[in-house]
Every structure is written in C-alpha cells, then in structure tokens.
C-alpha cells in the first residue's frame, strides 16, 4: 500500500483530473479522496464526528490487512521514518 498525498483546489465543474508517478504500475488500484474544507482544517474531531466519518472502517473489508491495529501502527512508523530522512 502506498500513499501519495496532494493538495488540489476542486474547480468549480467539479473535475479532477489525477495524474500519478512513474513509478506507479498500472492496473488496479483504489483510490480515497478526503475532503477537508478549510474551517474544520487543523481542528480536532470528537470521536462521535471521526464515528460518522466515511473513513471509519475502510479496512474492514480487506484481506491483506489482518490486525488493522498493527497494520495502522506499521504504517503509522514507515511515515515517520520517511519524515525523518
């Protein structure tokens, strides 16, 4: 799994148009946008607002993750080593 992060401005047509690195190999893929408008950007979330959120139980239907908890924390240690490179 990987993630590619960027920040975009939505046009008024609404339209995006993604374009990835080379070194993306083509074929399937998922993608997830978040949107984050810019008066809640920054703001903490209580957890009856992160309950609601669409990104509550996005792994719960994947097989390549098994425990979500050690799996988030992996993820969570390979960014912050990036981070820190």
Do not use: N
């Not at 809640?40 to 239907?61: C, H, M, V």
């Amino acid at each position: 799994m990987r993630t590619i992060t960027s920040k975009i401005v939505i046009p008024a047509d609404r339209q995006l148009h993604i374009s990835v690195p080379e070194d993306v190999p083509p074929g399937p893929a998922e993608i997830v946008l978040v949107i984050v408008s810019e008066a809640t950007a920054g703001k903490g979330r209580t957890a009856g607002e992160l309950l609601q959120s669409p990104l509550f139980g996005i792994w719960k239907d994947r097989t390549d993750v098994g425990d979500s908890v050690e799996y988030a924390r992996a993820l969570r240690a390979r960014a912050e080593q990036r981070a820190h490179e």
